[in-house]
């Protein structure tokens, strides 16, 4: 983390859900299903997101993207302040920032055409005449590996791997500094995954684009990231270097997912570390370090208090109470 | 995962495969699908009839449907009246040709104005939700609570119907809670969809989230329950007329018609008199139904496979 | 359980009090007023004798008066006096409500006998030249109007071979008026309605209990190689039953409104009739019972449904 102005610098980002009951809808809890994110983004970087299902990845990716309504919490994108924009001031700026969806069959509306879903932002943001869409779908179709020719086509006529490259087109087509992708390839086949992932690290060095990578694929977030953040209920509880946190994870929770991921090729072997137990229900997370109930090298302090994110080491932040 | 260029031929191989067929937008897959429904199919062709012979009524019959004649009263179906006559001397096949035309654009305007009131109101509670949703769910509970059948007597009695749009527009505010509450849910979980999100994050606005993808995709629940709806409002308006609260008794319409038959002689000894528009309601409702039974298949992708 | 049902039942203080305000005022919005169609209109003097009735029946106060002390006349068992009849309104109203659920019991029987069977019979052989015959005629029966039933068997068991009555609720004879007596004259009504509405019952205990049978649980048991019968006795119909018990609380407080049309078609004396009758006679007083009852009837079988719901489905517990 560096002092110079970061592309997305989001602070204390925090999204609850409310959760109702009786005729009334009295409101009786919260989800708190990102509770309290800080990161910087800085330009050309990709940052990775890990974490298990139910982490609270997506909610963070939707509320960055404002799909969600922040609980509290700053988002800044290029310095200024989004997380309270609304209306037309929030439409005018979503040009800087895109998305990339988890789902290449849900994230293309079926009753489209391929051009028609790629000019959308253009259109919406009154980017391009209308009669020059063609040529420049034809450029965004070819940019993305497939051919001009498949702008009259329908989603239902792709495969998985070629409608995530129509959803990329999309994201790109308004020329964005920062694409948030939930997911892109989860859903693919292995084979087509590596394909997609060479095609969004090229479409990065070809248009500055900067990520913010969401997975729960160790590998994948290996492959494309620069600094990688760990998720858990909620919570960053990690957040450094791809090499340092591959090599050297200091939080427990980092630790155990890494050795859950072993890998054949992996040097140093280190030993598999089983967790016990579920992820606890977000609606009533735990006291403390959120990771005690789990963790293996838990100290009464964890039950306690809640560790901070910290500078253990230069550039290497980690909430915990070891460290 | 071992990660390295991608396999090129793999890649051109999967285009390829795209590229091999004419390419067929959603609208001619559907109506495909639709032309494997048989019934559907033979149901549009006799609807069509049906319609046709309503809309030709003067060239097929001409009798006058309301003049009466005192002296041809109660007639055996014969050359010069191929139904017999009633009562009042009036030819019954000119009633039943005649009638059509009452029933039929009941039926239609009553489901136009159904689906308009409930394409509006739903799609503001499915779009917006928070208490714009809550006060149109309180209304619809409302009206559900309320019996359709006895709301619209009521509801006559008190306005002293005399008009056929008075009577549609006495049925159609009754009838559009369900249709609301389907078009309310079909909002509230596209709205969550990742296309529609696409297309916020796009920067499209309300209107364009609406127009350009909530409602196209939500066309085919809608056009189905619309054929249902139909069905249900022609039975609807026949059953008031059967029981006398339906169009005044001297229009023509089907239901006026079984209506003015249902005395112990002109069912024990005219058959004539109601078994014809008995049938007709009956088919036109059938048809209906099997037209929308297709365009449910059409509309749904699965049966492609 | 208990708690809930008391707090459901408060639930529809506001709903019928909404339902009885709309129908009075709307009521009164109309011209003329019964006063009107009871007095011979070449009676002397007739402006002041309309005026001692209307002062007489407390019509000439202002409408949320009126609706206020119909209210509390309600609230204290006196649903008030019916113009049409000449007669206090609960006695009308009691034969009809038992007119009009004997009806209710008897067509709702023959709905379950004829849709559950036919859906379970084909839910055995899905997918089979029967089942897909089934299923047509099934889907012809629902299109057809209940009305052109009643229509139909009127002609035929009413008149050409007289075995059934096909008017009024109640005959004449030795029997009149027993239970049999009633019941007797139900039948007809009854069978028109089932006609049509157990194909609603059919659709959904055939999809249930195919949903069902595809259930990891079910093919446990075929593999612990219990008998089929038993299979479908005891794991496939007692799952697949808890949609058709929401229906059947519709359906029920539908029926006990009374069916209206079909009531209308046998003049047989139920809610319904009574309902008729009392609107072509802007019966205001016989109306606003009606209405009342008819809300109380639906609303209460939506609460039927819901408690079924949870007795059939143990994962459904109300607090």
């Known amino acids: 983390m560096t002092t110079a102005q970061a592309l997305l610098e989001v602070q204390d980002l925090k999204k609850y859900f409310p959760v109702q009951k009786g005729v009334l809808r009295r409101t009786v809890g919260y989800v708190k299903a990102v509770d309290g994110v800080s990161f910087r983004l800085q330009p050309g970087e990709t940052l990775g997101i890990v974490g298990e299902s139910g982490c609270g990845k997506s909610t963070l990716a939707r509320t960055i993207m404002r799909v969600l309504e922040p609980t509290a919490g700053k988002i800044l994108l290029d310095g200024q302040d989004i997380s309270q924009l609304s209306g037309k001031a929030l439409r005018r700026i979503r040009r800087k920032f895109q998305m990339v969806f988890q789902d290449p069959y849900a994230s293309l509306n079926p009753r489209m055409s391929v051009q028609d879903i790629i000019a959308e932002p253009l259109v919406v943001n009154g980017l391009v005449a209308a009669r020059d869409i063609p040529a420049v779908v034809a450029d965004l179709l070819e940019k993305v590996g497939l051919k001009a020719d498949d702008r009259q086509r329908y989603p239902h006529e792709f495969s998985g791997g070629q409608r995530q490259r129509i959803g990329i087109a999309r994201a790109i087509a308004v020329q964005p500094r920062l694409i948030v992708a939930d997911e892109a390839v989860s859903a693919l086949d292995v084979s087509i995954q590596a394909q997609i992932l060479n095609l969004m690290q090229g479409l990065k060095q070809e248009l500055g684009l900067s990520y913010v990578f969401i997975s729960h694929n160790l590998a994948v977030v290996r492959y494309i990231s620069d600094q990688v953040g760990v998720m858990y209920l909620g919570h960053l509880v990690e957040l450094t270097t791809k090499q340092a946190l591959y090599q050297q994870p200091l939080h427990p929770y980092s630790e155990a997912l890494l050795s859950a991921a072993l890998e054949p090729s992996r040097k140093h072997k280190r030993e598999r570390i089983l967790l016990r137990g579920d992820v606890p229900n977000p609606a009533h997370p735990p006291t403390g370090c959120p990771f005690h109930t789990r963790c293996p090298k838990v100290m009464d302090v964890c039950r306690q208090s809640r560790p901070t994110l910290r500078e253990a080491a230069p550039g290497h932040w980690v909430a915990c109470h070891l460290h | ?305 | 359980m208990a708690g809930y049902v008391v707090r459901r039942l408060f639930g529809m203080i506001p709903m019928l009090f909404a339902i009885t305000v709309f129908v009075f005022f709307m009521m009164h919005m109309a011209p003329g007023n019964a006063i009107e169609a009871m007095i011979n209109p070449r009676i002397k003097d007739i402006a002041a004798l309309k005026h001692q009735l209307e002062v007489q029946n407390g019509l000439n106060l202002p409408l949320p008066v009126q609706y206020w002390r119909w209210l509390v006349n309600v609230l204290h068992g006196n649903f008030g006096w019916s113009f049409g009849q000449h007669e206090p309104v609960i006695e009308l109203l009691g034969p009809a409500m038992y007119n009009t659920l004997i009806l209710a019991v008897l067509a709702e029987a023959f709905i379950l006998l004829l849709g559950i069977p036919i859906g379970i019979w084909q839910a055995r052989r899905p997918y089979s030249k029967l089942d897909y015959t089934v299923s047509t005629v099934s889907f012809v029966l629902f299109s057809v109007p209940f009305f052109v039933f009643a229509v139909f068997l009127i002609y035929f068991f009413a008149i050409r071979w007289p075995v059934f009555p096909a008017q009024n609720a109640t005959g004449t004879g030795p029997l009149a008026g027993t239970l049999l007596d009633h019941v007797w004259h139900a039948l007809l009504p009854a069978i028109s309605i089932a006609l049509t509405a157990h194909t609603v019952y059919s659709r959904y205990t055939r999809g249930a209990m195919l949903d069902v049978a595809r259930q990891d649980y079910v093919r446990t048991a075929r593999a612990k190689g219990i008998r089929e019968p038993v299979i479908y006795r005891k794991h496939v119909f007692r799952n697949a039953r808890i949609p058709l018990v929401t229906q059947l609380g519709f359906d029920l407080g539908g029926l006990l409104g009374g069916a209206v049309i079909t009531e209308g078609l046998f003049s047989y004396q139920g809610m319904g009739y009574v309902t008729i009758t009392a609107v072509s006679q802007r019966d205001y007083p016989v109306i606003m019972a009606t209405t009342l009852i008819f809300a109380v009837c639906v609303l209460l079988g939506n609460l039927v449904a819901d408690i079924l719901n949870a007795v059939v489905d143990p994962r459904i517990r109300y607090q």
């Open chain 2, 1 to 305: 995962m071992v990660m390295s260029t991608p396999p090129v031929e793999a890649l051109a191989a999967n285009q390829s495969a795209a590229r091999g067929r004419v390419s067929k937008s959603p609208f001619q897959l559907a109506l495909g699908r639709f032309m494997r429904h048989r019934m559907a199919v033979a149901s549009v062709l006799v609807l069509a009839l049906i319609v046709l012979v309503s809309l030709c009524a003067p060239w097929l019959t001409h009798w006058d449907p309301s003049r009466q004649d005192l002296n041809s009263v109660s007639l055996p179906p014969s050359a010069a009246h191929w139904l017999g006559t009633d009562a009042n001397g009036i030819d019954y096949f000119a009633r039943d040709v005649y009638g059509g035309r009452i029933d039929l654009l009941i039926g239609f305007t009553d489901t136009l104005l159904v689906m308009a009131i409930s394409i509006v109101l739903g799609g503001l509670a499915g779009y917006y939700g928070g208490w714009v949703d809550a006060v149109i769910m309180r209304v619809c509970d409302f009206m559900f609570n309320f019996p359709f059948i006895l709301l619209i007597i009521v509801l006559e009695s008190i306005i002293n119907t005399s008009s056929v749009w008075l009577l549609i527009a006495v049925i159609g505010f009754t009838a559009w809670p369900s249709t609301t509450r389907m078009i309310r849910s079909l909002f509230l979980s596209l709205r969550e969809s990742e296309f529609v999100l696409a297309a916020r994050t796009s920067g499209a606005g309300a209107w364009r989230i609406i127009f350009r993808h909530l409602l196209p995709a939500s066309l085919g629940p809608i056009v189905v329950n619309a054929t249902l709806q139909m069905a249900n409002l022609i039975g609807a308006e026949a059953a008031l007329a059967v029981i006398g609260f339906g169009v005044k008794s001297t229009t023509p319409s089907w239901g006026n018609v079984l209506n003015s038959s249902l005395d112990y002689f002109t069912l024990s000894t005219e058959p004539w008199a109601w078994v014809p528009p008995a049938l007709l309601i009956t088919v036109t409702i059938l048809c209906i139904n099997f037209i929308g039974d297709g365009l449910r298949d059409a509309f749904d992708p699965a049966f492609d496979k």
